[in-house]
């Protein structure tokens, strides 16, 4: 069972455009989302993160919009750059039952062309 | 400061083998979590350590198991290696209290032949 849904699996912009990538959840104990990048051969790298008391958060180029009510949150990369090029992870941190976690996204691939 | 460094960044293993890897936390970290990435798919979870015990653990066989050492450094061992092992591990490290701010390393990954 996917607790943690994203769309899409991959993403074309170009540059200076604004990439939106989307979460879903089911799971009402989830209280923590963080957004990771992650580039090929390294990491994920945590890049920003929101609670579900905000409804939108901004830290440079990056904004989480956050839907309690709809369970729903949304990364949005504001002027991208072809440096922004790598794959998205989602994650919600709760108890999903058997521990309290991260449960990850599949992921987006996103490319951002010249 | 020192981010979480893992080693080896490679391994070959062949089926039935067993592996053992390592991981050292961010510095003024105290919790390790370790996960499962298969190529193409987000990470998941495996189990968490602090205070040298186990304290949560993912859906994964007994055949993965972890210790942590006093100075908060961590192993992964998995026995009797299959070939659906094969993935990047990776190790991340929190504060005890705010476990849900992980920092990642860079991950070994993991072949079975």
């Known amino acids: 069972q996917q607790q943690v849904k994203q769309s899409p699996q991959s993403l074309i912009v170009q540059k200076g455009g604004i990439p939106i990538i989307n979460c879903a959840y089911e799971?009402?104990?989830?209280?923590?989302f963080p957004w990771y990048q992650q580039f090929p051969g390294k990491g994920p790298a945590l890049l920003i993160a929101?609670?579900?008391?905000?409804s939108e958060k901004k830290e440079g180029r990056f904004t989480i919009s956050f839907n309690k009510s709809a369970k729903q949150f949304s990364l949005h990369i504001m002027d991208s750059q072809p440096g922004d090029s790598a794959t998205y992870f989602c994650?919600?941190?709760?108890?999903?039952?058997?521990?309290?976690?991260?449960?990850f996204g599949t992921g987006t691939r996103l490319q951002v062309t010249l | 400061d020192a981010g979480v460094t893992q080693s080896p960044t490679h391994l070959i293993k062949t089926r039935g083998q067993q592996v053992t890897l390592r991981c050292s936390p961010k510095?003024?970290?105290?919790?390790v979590s370790w996960y499962q990435q298969a190529l193409g798919q987000g990470p998941q979870f495996i189990f968490q350590?602090?205070?040298?015990?186990?304290?949560q653990r993912g859906n994964f066989p007994d055949r993965f198991s972890g210790h942590q050492f006093p100075n908060y450094s961590s192993e992964l061992n998995v026995n009797a290696l299959l070939l659906g092992d094969s993935a990047l591990y990776l190790c991340?490290?929190?504060?005890?209290?705010?476990?849900?701010?992980?920092?990642f390393g860079p991950g070994t990954r993991l072949t079975v032949l």
């Open positions: 991340a490290s929190s504060l005890k209290g705010v476990t849900n701010t992980q920092y």
């Open positions: 799971n009402t104990a989830f209280d923590y």
């Open positions: 929101i609670r579900p008391d905000v």
């Open positions: 994650a919600a941190f709760g108890n999903t039952g058997t521990a309290s976690k991260l449960t």
């Open positions: 510095s003024g970290h105290d919790t």
């Open positions: 350590y602090y205070e040298e015990e186990e304290r």
